[in-house]
T-cell receptor, first 115, second 113 residues
Framework: EAGVTQFPSHSVIEKGQTVTLRCDPI?????LYWYRRVMGKEIKFLLH????????ESGMPNNRFLAERTGGTYSTLKVQPAELEDSGVYFC?????????????FGNGTRLTVT | AQSVAQPEDQVNVAEGNPLTVKCTYS??????LFWYVQYPNRGLQFLLK??????LVKGSYGFEAEFNKSQTSFHLKKPSALVSDSALYFC???????????FGQGTTLQVKP
């Protein structure tokens, strides 16, 4: 089966611009997560979708970040306007069930650089 | 609050030697623990997990991890390191209420020939 795919793999934008990241989860996985790793720090949770519904968005840094998952398939994460501190690697993950013993399957991440 | 700590930013070992990457956790209730690895320019790959049962868990690529409840640790181990094991390793605990993974800060493993 195809894994979690993320696009683009890299993005370099200027402060104040808008960027949209896309994640295609594994087919049939209802649970979709976004995480972010800022350089040298831990990977931090951003939000969790169950199908098209936001189950938990407690990790979203501020209202410049907007995540959607229309139709419960792929998801987008938009940053508008981007700030320097938004630079980092954005990971998407999916799982079939939201059980504690179910591992999350991660994509390769999108490396975002804001200059 | 649940948390995970990886006390070492970097671990250096010689090829063929045993390796240990340390992880300690703090949870309320039973811990669900995971190790992930990130190779350069790749995503996070699942290595192994501890849910219940034997304290020694075997995973991918010859890695294993030892769950120690009294020391609240879940150290990653491998008897004989390979240069290709050089990567960034993350320990994580699953929050049983929300389902989300809580990660440690990561440990860079450098295996030298």
């Amino acid at each position: 089966e195809a894994g979690v795919t993320q696009f683009p793999s890299h993005s370099v934008i200027e402060k104040g611009q808008t960027v949209t990241l896309r994640c295609d989860p594994i087919s049939g996985h209802d649970n979709l997560y976004w995480y972010r790793r800022v350089m040298g720090k831990e990977i931090k949770f951003l939000l969790h979708f169950v199908k098209e519904s936001k189950q938990d968005e407690s990790g979203m840094p501020n209202n410049r970040f907007l995540a959607e998952r229309t139709g419960g398939t792929y998801s987008t994460l938009k940053v508008q306007p981007a700030e320097l501190e938004d630079s980092g690697v954005y990971f998407c993950a999916s799982s079939q069930a939201n059980r504690p013993n179910s591992p999350l399957h991660f994509g390769n991440g999108t490396r975002l650089t804001v200059t | 609050a649940q948390s995970v700590a990886q006390p070492e930013d970097q671990v250096n070992v010689a090829e063929g030697n045993p390796l240990t990457v340390k992880c300690t956790y703090s949870v309320s209730g039973n811990p669900y623990l995971f190790w992930y690895v990130q190779y350069p320019n790749r995503g996070l790959q699942f290595l192994l997990k501890y849910i219940t049962g034997d304290n020694l868990v075997k995973g991918s690529y010859g890695f294993e991890a030892e769950f120690n409840k009294s020391q609240t640790s879940f150290h990653l181990k491998k008897p004989s390191a390979l240069v290709s094991d050089s990567a960034l390793y993350f320990c994580a605990v699953r929050d049983t209420d929300t389902g989300k993974l809580i990660f440690g800060q990561g440990t860079t493993l450098q295996v030298k020939p």
